[in-house]
């Protein structure tokens, strides 16, 4: 069974801080995606991740890929309130499919003064 | 580039009328075309995949004669909610993939609330 597994799904953390967010998936993937929703829009993409050691690092953001774990982690540093979303990570498990994506649950992020 | 757009952005309807929902590569043709459904705080589950000029692909428990889906030219595809009931309220979200591509680009979302 094809799964993409978040956790935590809810996070509140204070600025300042840092902490890490993960997604396991359970076969082997092409390609790995980090997006974040704003509540009720649409999504922004962050990162794609195409490799087993990938890191991409975009502000405060940092993600990385371990293959072999089947592993995904979204680091965030020195947490912003612009940083409050949900963030989603996104795996094709089938480039066949035509790339279609299956998502995590999501981790919602609240940082807080 | 790469700019993906959806109309309308909300609409509210009556139960047992139909919907359509547009979505629009604005600048690059698209072969493959995705239909995606977010229930509020929930995940986004991708109901169809459409390619130009063939029959959509329908996931598991999606009713393909309830959500028509239309990709008629490499720019558009279009998503017909028919019969729509309260239980169809949801926001749905297209993307586009180019010709040769990967990656996915993501239209705004249509929210639709069915009365």
């Known amino acids: 069974e094809l799964k993409v597994e978040q956790n935590p799904l809810f996070l509140s953390m204070q600025e300042g801080k840092n902490y890490t967010i993960y997604c396991n998936y359970s076969?082997?993937?092409?390609?790995l995606y980090w997006y974040r929703q704003d509540p009720g829009k649409s999504l922004e993409s962050l990162f794609v991740?195409?490799?087993?050691?990938a890191v991409k690092q975009e502000g405060r953001l940092m993600a990385s890929l371990d293959t072999k774990a089947r592993l995904s982690t979204l680091h965030i540093t020195a947490a912003v309130h612009d940083l409050s979303a949900t963030y989603f990570c996104?795996?094709?498990?089938?480039?066949?499919?035509?790339?279609?994506?299956?998502f995590g649950k999501g981790t919602s992020l609240l940082v807080t003064p | 580039g790469a700019v993906v757009s959806q109309h309308p952005s909300w609409v509210i309807c009556k139960s047992g009328t139909s919907v359509k929902i547009e979505c629009r590569s604005l600048?690059?043709?698209?072969?493959?075309m995705f239909w995606y459904r977010q229930f509020p705080k929930q995940s986004l589950m991708l109901m169809a995949t459409?390619?130009?000029?063939?029959?959509?692909?329908?996931e598991q428990g999606v009713e393909k004669d309830k959500f028509l889906i239309n990709h008629a030219s490499l720019t558009l595809s279009t998503l017909t909610v028919t019969s729509a009931h309260p239980e169809d309220s949801s926001f749905y979200i297209c993307?586009?993939?180019?010709?040769?591509?990967?990656?996915?680009?993501f239209g705004p979302g249509t929210r639709l609330t069915v009365l």
């Open positions: 993307s586009a993939r180019r010709h040769g591509g990967d990656t996915q680009y």
């Open positions: 076969t082997t993937s092409d390609r």
């Open positions: 991740l195409l490799s087993n050691g």
């Open positions: 996104a795996v094709v498990f089938d480039s066949n499919s035509g790339y279609a994506l299956n």
């Open positions: 600048d690059f043709q698209a072969t493959t």
């Open positions: 459409s390619n130009e000029g063939s029959k959509a692909t329908y």
